[in-house]
C-alpha cells in the first residue's frame, strides 16, 4: 500500500516576507571581525538572540551558523584542554564528539537510558575520572536528559555540565523549558529540526564569561583579543561561526512557532500510541513523570521474541506504507573514527598523544545502547511529515495488518 505524506513544513508567507526586508536593507550581515560596534553583528542576529532569551528565561543567547559550530564554541569557552575527558552518550549526533575531539580532548562515552534514551547518570558517574572535564548531556528525540541527577554528579565532582537539546526545544523539566539547565548548551535549526533558518544554533548559559568568551570564539577572537585587554587568550582561536541577518530574521519568526508545532507533534504522538499499544511485543514511547517530550522521533521498541528480527519487521511495516522507519540510530563509539583511532593524521592523535590517558571503544562498553540498536529499537521519523488525523489513522491501521500477519 502506498499514501503520500506531506512532508513538514514550518515556512510560511511571513518568512518570505521577512526574508525579502534584509534584501531590501542591502545589509545580510553587519558583523565585522575585529573590536568594535559591530563585533556582536547586525540588528536581526541580535534582536533574534534576544528573542531567544526571553523565550527560554536565560542570560545569554548567543546565535552561530550550526549548532556544531555552537558545540565547538561552547567546549572552547569552558577552557577544555587538550587530553580533558568529555562524558557523552553514543546516541547522539557525531558533531558532539567531533567537537570534543576538536579541541584534543578526549570523548568517553556512557551508555544510556533504556527507556528515555538520554546518558544514564550511573554510566556517567562510573566513568568520572581525574581528566574528566565536562558531561555532556543530550535531550535526544526530544526527552530531556535526566538534568537533575547530571547536575549532582557534576557538582560531587567539579565538572561543567553541557547541554546538547537540538532535538527537544519546546520540551520540558518540570515548569521549566529544557536547554538551559546545563552551565552551557544550545540548540540546532538546521533544516530538519523542529524550527529553522536553514542552517543556525543558538547557545544558551547564564555565565557571563562563558558567553562573552563563546561570541569571541564565534568571531576571530584571535584578532580580537589584542584590543580587549584582560581577555585570556585560552581557546581563542577564533572562527567565523557567524548567522545572517535573513537567517536571524526567519529564526525570530521561527521561534513565535514553536510552541504551537511541539504542541501538535505531541497530539500525533498521543494518537499514535493509543492506535500502537495494544500490540504484543511493542513499546511505544516512555515520558519520564515531570518531563514532556517534543517528539523529534518517536521511538518504538520490539520483543524480538515476540516478533521476529526487527529488521524484516522494519522491512514488511515499510512494504505495508509505514513512512520514516528506520531501525538504527547511533552508537557513536562504533564510528570507524573511534574504532581505528583516526581524527587529525594517522598517527592516533589525540588519544596517542602524551596527555591522554587510555579510553575504550570496545563493542560491549555500552550494552544497553548497543543491545537497543542490535535488537530492540525502531524509530519513526515523525518530524519529517505534517502528518493528519487520517494519516495516523493510516499507519495504526498498517501496523496492525503487520501484527496480524506475522502473530
Ligand atoms: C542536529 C544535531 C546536532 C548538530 O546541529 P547542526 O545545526 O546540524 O550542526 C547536534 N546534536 C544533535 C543531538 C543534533 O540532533
Keep these: 500500500m502506498t499514501r503520500e505524506f ?18 531590501r536593507s542591502g545589509c545580510l550581515s553587519k558583523y565585522v ?25 536565560v542570560e545569554h543567547a548567543i546565535a552561530v551558523n ?43 562515552f556512557a551508555d544510556i ?30 526527552h530531556p536528559a535526566d538534568m537533575k541527577a547530571l547536575r549532582l554528579i557534576a557538582e560531587r565532582h567539579g565538572v561543567v555540565l553541557l547541554s546538547d537539546t537540538a532535538q527537544a526545544p519546546g520540551a520540558y523539566i518540570g515548569d521549566a523549558l529544557c536547554g538551559t539547565q ?84 505531541q497530539l500525533i504522538a498521543e494518537q499514535l500510541t493509543e492506535g500502537l499499544s495494544g500490540l504484543a511485543g511493542l513499546c511505544t514511547p516512555f515520558v519520564k513523570p515531570g518531563n514532556t517530550h517534543a517528539y523529534y522521533v518517536y521511538a518504538l521498541q520490539v520483543d524480538p521474541d515476540v516478533v521476529g528480527s526487527k529488521s524484516a519487521l522494519v522491512e ?24 581505528e583511532r583516526t581524527a587529525y593524521g594517522s598517527s592516533g592523535f589525540p588519544w596517542t598523544a602524551p596527555f591522554s590517558k587510555p579510553v575504550d571503544y570496545r563493542k560491549g562498553i555500552c550494552p544497553v545502547a548497543e543491545d537497543l540498536q542490535d535488537r530492540v529499537y525502531i524509530g519513526f521519523s515523525i518530524c519529517e511529515y505534517d502528518l493528519s488525523t487520517s494519516d495516523v489513522e493510516f499507519i495504526v491501521d498498517r501496523f496492525h495488518s503487520v501484527w496480524s500477519e506475522i502473530l
Design 182 to 265: 546545563g552551565d552551557i548548551g544550545g540548540f540546532s535549526l538546521n533544516y530538519h529540526k523542529h524550527i529553522h533558518t536553514g542552517e543556525g544554533g543558538m547557545i544558551v548559559t547564564n555565565d557571563d564569561s562563558l558567553a562573552e568568551r563563546a561570541r569571541m570564539i564565534r568571531n576571530h577572537a584571535e584578532a580580537v583579543v589584542a584590543k580587549r585587554p584582560n581577555f585570556s587568550l585560552e581557546n581563542m582561536i577564533g572562527y567565523n561561526f557567524r548567522l545572517g541577518e535573513i537567517e536571524a530574521a526567519i529564526g525570530k519568526l521561527q521561534l513565535r512557532k514553536l510552541a504551537s508545532q511541539v504542541e501538535s507533534r
Design 6 to 23: 506531506k512532508r513538514y513544513n514550518s515556512l510560511g508567507e511571513e518568512e518570505a516576507l521577512a526574508a525579502a526586508a534584509v534584501v
Design 316 to 339: 514488511r511495516l515499510t512494504l505495508a506504507g509505514v513512512p520514516g522507519l528506520s531501525e538504527t540510530y547511533a552508537n557513536l563509539h562504533l564510528l570507524p573514527m573511534f574504532q
Design 66 to 108: 550550526s549548532w556544531t559550530s555552537g558545540l565547538i564554541a561552547a567546549l572552547g569557552s569552558i577552557k577544555l584542554v587538550p587530553g580533558d575527558e568529555v562524558i557523552l552518550p553514543p546516541w547522539t549526533m557525531s558533531a558532539c564528539a567531533a567537537a570534543i575531539l576538536h579541541w584534543n580532548a578526549i570523548p568517553v
Design 33 to 57: 571581525g575585529e573590536w568594535g560596534p559591530d563585533f556582536y553583528g547586525g540588528p536581526e542576529v541580535q534582536s533574534f538572540e534576544q528573542a531567544w532569551r526571553e523565550y527560554f528565561a
Design 113 to 142: 537510558d533504556p527507556n528515555t534514551y538520554c546518558i544514564d547518570p550511573a554510566s556517567c558517574e562510573a566513568l568520572v575520572s581525574d581528566r574528566t572535564r565536562a558531561i555532556m548531556a543530550v535531550d535526544i528525540f526530544g
